[in-house]
């Protein structure tokens, strides 16, 4: 977190020097004032996550993930189709920091059996797979039209489409 906190101090001075004139002298009072101010505020966001991080889960594995809706495991909402929009905007976390926190496996989607079901059978009747192949194959044939043919071509799999999207 060190070279990371020297990092962010490094950008916020830089950032402000660029619209101010600053003396050698102000330059380095300003890097140790926002150097000490971040790292007040490392410390305040370290406590508090380490109430979040050794919180127990609300719900078991088996009733947050069910076909028709998800539930958090943080708060107990539940009724929501996708887990990742309120993670990110209610506590703060990525999925992959809650899959960790809770022993989920990545095989576990944090979605709704039937929402992604539902959302796979749209893409397969709306052809997406098909318009996705025929797209790389277009772009393939530009890039190789104009010489780009060392670039990594877009090879159309061997696999039928409808077997692509269930996958």
């Known amino acids: 977190m060190a070279s990371s906190l020297i990092e962010l101090t490094a950008n916020i001075v830089s950032s402000h020097a660029s619209v101010t004139e600053m003396t050698g002298e102000d330059l380095l009072q300003e890097l140790h004032k926002v150097h000490v101010a971040l790292q007040k505020l490392d410390v305040e966001a370290g406590e508090g996550m380490e109430k979040t991080v050794t919180k127990a889960p609300v719900l078991s594995l088996k009733k947050a993930f ?29 999925p992959g920091e809650y899959r960790k926190q809770f022993g989920i496996p990545s095989s576990q989607a944090l979605t709704a059996r039937n929402f992604s079901e539902a959302r796979r059978r749209m893409a397969q009747e ?12 277009v772009r393939a044939a530009k890039l190789a039209a104009k010489g780009g043919g060392e670039m990594k071509s877009a090879k159309p799999s061997n696999v039928p489409a409808q077997k692509r999207m269930s996958a």
Do not use: E
């Open 126 to 137: 709306k052809g997406l797979a098909d318009n996705l192949a025929k797209a790389r194959a």
């Open 66 to 94: 069910q076909p028709d809706q998800v539930s958090c495991m943080l708060c107990g909402k539940s009724g929501m189709k996708t887990l990742a929009r309120h993670l990110a905007q209610v506590h703060g976390l990525k």
